[in-house]
């Protein structure tokens, strides 16, 4: 049984910084696409950052310079570095997998339509 497990949110000042966490069981790591994913009320959800399975990292606009994504693979665990944070980066962040032989497209890999393992969510709050 595939389960993901985030961990991380809190509330914190603009320009301040968050760690999210995503425990990940039930599936290899490898030849697998994890990446982040936000939503905010009345709004689709979006992705953030995205490990491709052949391990290219790849990052929205608003995210590029600012977060990093990363992976533990002896911990089984996927990560988000998020720094100078904005009230624009608040939301539930959900974390994802989805098992794809590489190579994979960019498109392909930032879709929320490809994954079918999705965690519980995590809500980030920023405030100015």
């Known amino acids: 049984q595939v389960q993901l497990v985030e961990s991380g949110g809190s509330s914190v000042q603009a320009g301040g910084s968050l760690r999210l966490s995503c425990a990940i069981s039930?599936?290899?790591?490898?030849?697998?696409?994890i990446g982040w994913f936000r939503q905010v009320p009345g709004k689709e959800r979006e992705w953030v950052a995205v490990?491709?399975?052949?391990?290219?990292?790849l990052y929205s606009d608003s995210a590029r310079g600012r977060f990093t994504i990363s992976k533990d693979n002896s911990q089984r665990t996927l990560f988000l570095q998020m720094n100078s944070l904005e009230p624009a980066d608040s939301g539930m962040y959900y974390c994802?997998?989805?098992?794809?032989?590489?190579?994979?497209?960019?498109?392909?890999?930032?879709?929320?339509?490809?994954?079918?393992?999705w965690g519980q969510g995590t809500q980030v709050t920023v405030s100015s």
């Open positions: 490990l491709d399975s052949a391990g290219r990292d």
């Open positions: 039930g599936l290899p790591f490898s030849r697998y696409c």
């Open positions: 994802a997998a989805e098992e794809r032989a590489p190579p994979m497209t960019a498109r392909q890999a930032i879709s929320v339509n490809l994954f079918r393992n």
